[in-house]
């Protein structure tokens, strides 16, 4: 049944997407921008720390590392789209330096390594004051059209990223690299007697896990029309997009979409409605459905809840 | 016969332990050769540094006329020596089939995930586990994953495999059942290393018998004749008990 529905539901999301703008106001708009540009992130993630097990941190360095390269290209003359093109080529490029060092760690070592590259760039980009603006941050050149279709263009653009990171997902989850990803997960020594090249393999993930981030940070960056070290290189770019990978469901395709949707939603309910305390509850909700959903809400089985919903009718009973 | 894997003078040491002390021997086409010595004599270190998992401290191991020794394990493994763990190392998360598929796909002969499916398929009906394909690893009996391990490397094409303690923890007629499938792949013409500490399987299955002891192969005979050899018996008996044999004689 859910398999004759997929592709329904598919084609149905993607219209409401693209009809989407024609809808909604600005607000919704930007809350749409938001959520896909976090879908980015969470695909992202996903391929280091879902299909290959090694929980990456280093999500918010690439996105700043993105920011940076486009700002500075578009603040030297450089096209938009293109500036965006290149946030995706330096921090990918970055990833491959860094996981020829990184991806040598496993586990906590390699957590508590990644996590520390974003403050080592936010201190660099901070003391390279000539080149970055330090601390004071950096304008972007402010494009010259209508601000309703300025948030369009964001949007489909935005739109545009995060298919392309599903799709990816798809070929990579279907490819030997997705298999060998898997296995290194699993068991990386067996992976490795089993003649899958570990350490190539681990670099195209994480790798894969910077090209999209990049060129989001780029595309942030010209969203926003400015950016500050702090703002680009935060420790939230690299948690918020686990936590949703984690709600959705890692390891799998459309888990992040999910969460992302699920986690924005919910954040942005609880802070209209709950603005003291909005961030304790909202934690407090993602550990409870972490707990009893282990695989994420992609994850659910309506043969489990039913099971579930017969043990506490049975209890009843008695 | 033809010599499939020669190793010569190899060392390795871990730290002040020196694990293997000057090995050479040679294996040939098709033969089955049983690996065997007392606990810590250097028999999974022997297999882990002609896998490349270890790297060793001298020496050299020759496969098939290539020198192999500092080549990375997932290059070995693709040239065609396979080896199985003596505690078994599935991947808990898959299913029996991907479990196999894996091998075909990276060190076997398939292009794509489906055609190392199919390709697994057959490698499980080989080793009776068919029945078993959809199945999660992490739920297969002890046997049953011993032998998942044996379809894994067999999936890999091998032409040495090695297989670590695969009967340790059967009953005897599971081995039974196992030392058939050693001798039909033996069969196929793949070149087989038993690494063993129960005598009884090595001496019943084994054209040739290495034994190890403290890191030094102290025996290279056939089984009839290890059985009687002196140090052979020091080395698992000890020596009053090797001398009163040999008085008694």
Same mark, same amino acid.
């Not at chain 1, 280093?58 to 096209?79: D, R």
């Not at chain 1, 029309?225 to 770019?237: H, K, M």
């Not at chain 2, 020196?18 to 999974?44: C, M, Q």
């Not at chain 2, 044996?150 to 303690?165: F, G, H, I, T, W």
């Given at each position: 049944?859910?398999?004759?529905?997929?592709?329904?539901? *598919?084609?149905?999301?993607?219209?409401?997407?693209?009809?989407?703008?024609?809808?909604?106001?600005?607000?919704? /708009?930007?809350?749409?921008?938001?959520?896909? *540009?976090?879908?980015?992130?969470?695909?992202?993630?996903?391929?280091?720390? &879902?299909?290959?097990?090694?929980?990456?941190?280093?999500?918010? $360095?690439?996105?700043?590392?993105?920011?940076?390269?486009?700002?500075?290209?578009?603040?030297?003359?450089?096209? *938009?789209?293109?500036?965006?093109?290149?946030?995706?080529?330096?921090?990918?490029?970055?990833?491959?330096?860094?996981?020829?060092?990184?991806?040598?760690?496993?586990?906590?070592?390699?957590?508590? $390594?990644?996590?520390?590259?974003?403050?080592?760039?936010?201190?660099?980009?901070?003391?390279?004051?000539?080149?970055?603006?330090?601390?004071? &941050?950096?304008?972007?050149?402010?494009?010259?059209?209508?601000?309703?279709?300025?948030?369009?263009?964001?949007?489909?653009?935005?739109?545009?990223?995060?298919?392309?990171?599903?799709?990816?997902?798809?070929?990579?989850?279907?490819?030997?690299?997705?298999?060998?990803?898997?296995?290194?997960?699993?068991?990386?020594?067996?992976?490795?007697?089993?003649?899958?090249?570990?350490?190539?393999?681990?670099?195209?993930?994480?790798?894969?896990?910077?090209?999209?981030?990049?060129?989001?940070?780029?595309?942030?960056?010209?969203?926003?029309?400015?950016?500050?070290?702090?703002?680009?290189?935060?420790?939230?770019?690299?948690?918020?997009?686990?936590? *949703?990978?984690?709600? &959705?469901?890692?390891?799998?395709?459309?888990?992040?979409?999910?969460?992302?949707?699920?986690?924005?939603?919910?954040?942005? /309910?609880?802070?209209?409605?709950?603005?003291?305390?909005?961030?304790?509850?909202?934690?407090?909700?993602?550990?409870?459905?972490?707990?009893?959903?282990?695989?994420?809400?992609?994850?659910?089985?309506?043969?489990?809840?039913?099971?579930?919903?017969?043990?506490?009718?049975?209890?009843?009973?008695? | 016969?033809?010599? !499939?894997?020669?190793?010569?003078?190899?060392?390795?040491?871990?730290?002040?332990?020196?694990? #293997?002390?000057?090995?050479?021997?040679?294996?040939?086409?098709?033969?089955?050769?049983?690996?065997?010595?007392?606990?810590?004599?250097?028999?999974?270190?022997?297999?882990?540094?002609?896998?490349?998992? @270890?790297?060793?401290?001298?020496?050299?191991?020759?496969?098939?006329? +290539? +020198?192999?020794?500092? #080549?990375?394990?997932?290059?070995?493994?693709?040239?065609?020596?396979?080896?199985?763990?003596?505690?078994?190392?599935?991947?808990?998360?898959?299913?029996?089939?991907?479990?196999?598929? %894996?091998?075909?796909?990276?060190?076997? @002969?398939?292009?794509?995930?489906?055609? %190392?499916?199919?390709?697994?398929?057959? @490698?499980?009906?080989?080793?009776?586990?068919?029945?078993?394909?959809?199945?999660?690893?992490?739920?297969?009996?002890?046997?049953?994953?011993?032998?998942?391990?044996?379809?894994?490397?067999?999936?890999?094409?091998? +032409?040495?495999?090695?297989?670590?303690?695969?009967?340790?923890?059967?009953?005897?007629?599971?081995?039974?059942?196992?030392?058939?499938?050693?001798?039909? !792949?033996?069969?196929?013409?793949?070149?087989?290393?038993?690494?063993? @500490?129960?005598?009884?399987?090595?001496?019943?299955?084994?054209?040739?018998?290495?034994?190890?002891?403290?890191?030094?192969?102290?025996?290279?005979?056939?089984?009839?004749?290890?059985?009687?050899?002196?140090?052979?018996?020091?080395?698992?008996?000890?020596?009053?008990?090797?001398?009163?044999?040999?008085?008694?004689?």
């Amino acid at each position: 049944m859910k398999r004759a529905f997929a592709p329904l539901l *598919m084609l149905l999301g993607l219209t409401a997407l693209v009809v989407l703008p024609l809808a909604g106001d600005n607000y919704i /708009i930007r809350l749409a921008t938001n959520m896909l *540009m976090y879908s980015v992130l969470g695909l992202s993630w996903n391929f280091i720390g &879902g299909y290959t097990g090694y929980p990456s941190f280093a999500t918010s $360095a690439f996105f700043g590392l993105g920011a940076y390269a486009g700002a500075i290209s578009q603040g030297h003359g450089v096209p *938009m789209v293109l500036a965006w093109g290149i946030g995706a080529v330096v921090a990918t490029s970055f990833a491959g330096l860094l996981g020829f060092v990184l991806l040598r760690l496993r586990g906590h070592y390699f957590a508590i $390594a990644s996590l520390v590259v974003a403050e080592v760039l936010r201190e660099v980009v901070n003391s390279a004051t000539d080149f970055t603006g330090g601390g004071m &941050g950096l304008n972007l050149p402010i494009l010259r059209i209508d601000v309703d279709r300025l948030a369009e263009l964001f949007y489909y653009s935005m739109l545009s990223l995060a298919l392309i990171t599903l799709a990816t997902t798809v070929i990579v989850s279907r490819h030997r690299l997705g298999f060998g990803l898997r296995c290194i997960q699993q068991n990386e020594d067996a992976a490795n007697i089993l003649g899958v090249d570990t350490t190539l393999y681990k670099n195209f993930a994480f790798m894969l896990s910077a090209v999209f981030v990049g060129a989001a940070g780029a595309f942030y960056a010209s969203w926003v029309n400015y950016i500050d070290p702090t703002d680009v290189f935060d420790i939230l770019l690299s948690v918020q997009p686990i936590v *949703m990978v984690l709600l &959705g469901g890692p390891g799998t395709v459309f888990g992040p979409i999910i969460g992302a949707v699920a986690y924005l939603a919910l954040e942005e /309910i609880m802070l209209s409605n709950l603005l003291s305390f909005h961030s304790g509850l909202l934690g407090l909700i993602i550990v409870i459905l972490i707990f009893f959903l282990p695989n994420g809400l992609f994850g659910l089985s309506w043969k489990r809840l039913k099971r579930w919903m017969g043990i506490s009718s049975a209890e009843e009973a008695a | 016969m033809k010599e !499939i894997l020669d190793v010569k003078s190899l060392s390795r040491q871990f730290g002040g332990l020196l694990a #293997l002390d000057d090995i050479t021997f040679t294996l040939r086409e098709g033969e089955i050769v049983g690996l065997i010595g007392p606990n810590g004599a250097g028999k999974t270190t022997l297999v882990n540094s002609v896998t490349g998992v @270890h790297r060793a401290t001298a020496g050299q191991i020759t496969f098939s006329e +290539r +020198r192999i020794e500092g #080549l990375k394990s997932h290059r070995i493994s693709r040239m065609g020596i396979s080896r199985t763990f003596q505690v078994v190392q599935p991947f808990p998360r898959m299913s029996v089939l991907e479990n196999v598929a %894996a091998g075909s796909l990276f060190a076997g @002969h398939a292009s794509t995930p489906n055609e %190392a499916k199919r390709l697994a398929q057959e @490698h499980l009906a080989f080793v009776g586990l068919d029945r078993e394909a959809e199945k999660s690893a992490s739920v297969l009996t002890l046997a049953g994953r011993k032998r998942l391990e044996l379809a894994k490397s067999l999936a890999m094409r091998p +032409r040495l495999l090695m297989l670590d303690e695969v009967n340790a923890g059967l009953n005897p007629a599971e081995i039974d059942a196992a030392l058939n499938l050693i001798r039909t !792949i033996a069969d196929r013409g793949v070149t087989i290393v038993v690494i063993e @500490h129960l005598m009884r399987v090595v001496m019943n299955v084994s054209t040739r018998v290495l034994v190890l002891n403290q890191g030094k192969l102290i025996a290279d005979a056939p089984p009839q004749e290890v059985v009687k050899n002196h140090q052979v018996i020091e080395a698992y008996l000890g020596k009053r008990y090797a001398s009163a044999m040999k008085d008694a004689r």
